[in-house]
């Protein structure tokens, strides 16, 4: 079946640095989106792109919608501390379904 | 901000009973859907729901899940018989039109422990 693999997997970071994560499959998906999750709750919906291509930007978070449309890439400038979770990419394509990533977990240093 | 709401927020059921798992969607959505995630794993889809009926569902939803809207507000998930393998978050979301038009929105889960 479809799958969406990140990477990294986890990341350390000082805060102010910049972060950048991204989320590739073997199949082409049509919708790809942006969650955060933090312990406990359930994900958040951070940006959707619908569009090959399409670059979209919702504050200090930029997302990209790969041209082959098989990957999409997370950017977080100037990181906050809470900015710390799990950050899931999800997509889908002729569906109902969303196929989420393998998710990267981000931890903040003051 | 309007938000899908679920409960309980933790669940706690022995082995070989039922439970419910309520959710209220969103209310102009027209899409329902449960995902579960087992601790430290992904998000994985169960079923979506569409104009009262079940529109796609996943391997893991099996005889032993069911689903309802049994009134204007409520999307239940029934699991008959729960199993160890059971325990995990499950999550309601809701959107206006399909994932691939409308963005899907997330309850904050109902945690199930299976003893």
């Known amino acids: 079946g479809q799958q969406l693999n990140q990477s990294p997997q986890s990341m350390f970071i000082q805060e102010g640095e910049d972060v950048s994560m991204n989320c590739t499959s073997s199949?082409?998906?049509?919708?790809w989106l942006w969650y955060k999750q933090e312990p406990g709750e359930g994900p958040v919906l951070l940006i959707a792109?619908?569009?090959?291509?399409e670059l979209t930007s919702n504050g200090r978070l930029t997302a990209q919608f790969g041209i082959t449309r098989k990957d999409s890439f997370l950017n977080i400038s100037a990181s906050i501390p809470s900015d710390v979770g799990i950050y899931f990419c999800?997509?889908?394509?002729?569906?109902?379904?969303?196929?989420f990533g393998t998710g990267t977990r981000l931890q903040v240093f003051p | 901000e309007p938000e899908v709401t679920q409960t309980p927020s933790h669940q706690v059921t022995q082995m070989g009973q039922e439970v419910i798992l309520r959710c209220v969607p969103i209310?102009?959505?027209?899409?329902f859907y449960w995902y579960r995630q087992i601790l430290g794993q992904k998000v994985e889809f169960l079923v979506s729901?569409?104009?009262?009926?079940?529109?796609?569902k996943s391997e893991i939803f099996d005889d032993q899940f069911s689903v309802e809207r049994p009134d204007g507000s409520n999307f239940t998930l029934k699991i008959r018989s729960t199993k160890l393998e059971d325990s995990a978050m499950y999550f309601c979301?809701?959107?206006?039109?399909?994932?691939?038009?409308?963005?899907?929105?997330f309850g904050q889960g109902t945690r199930l422990t299976v003893v």
């Open positions: 979301a809701s959107s206006e039109a399909r994932p691939d038009r409308a963005e899907a929105f």
């Open positions: 199949s082409i998906f049509n919708t």
């Open positions: 792109l619908y569009k090959a291509g």
């Open positions: 999800a997509g889908t394509y002729n569906t109902d379904k969303l196929i």
């Open positions: 209310s102009n959505h027209l899409y």
């Open positions: 729901f569409y104009n009262n009926e079940i529109s796609e």
